[in-house]
């Protein structure tokens, strides 16, 4: 995560100005609440990692921008989502 290249004067060399990021990581024990899903929405972060999302109802988290998501098949709990702030650049 840098933002724009420079080249330093006295080596020529490439550098990088680096970018702040902010990560924030939450148990859920199921994000199947509109609550949880409003308090996802509402944290100040650029990237949230959050674990024990259990079984997903897919219309609560569609308008979430989920950079990863892996539920637990078969079993209950566990599973994990990543997921940017919308506008925020990745690349």
């Known amino acids: 995560m840098y933002k724009k290249e420079t080249k330093d004067p006295n080596t020529n060399l490439k550098t990088f ?9 939450w148990n859920a024990r199921s994000i199947n ?7 996802i929405k509402a944290l100040e972060r650029d990237l949230i990692a959050i674990q024990e999302i259990w079984k997903i109802d897919n219309q609560s988290i569609q308008d979430l921008n ?11 709990g566990g599973g994990r989502m990543t ?7 990745l690349d």
């Open 83 to 89: 997921t940017p702030f919308s506008d925020y650049d």
């Open 66 to 76: 989920i950079l990863d998501l892996t539920e637990r098949k078969g079993k209950r």
């Open 17 to 25: 100005q680096p970018k702040k990021l902010k990560i924030s990581h």
């Open 33 to 39: 609440d509109s609550c949880k899903i409003k308090f």
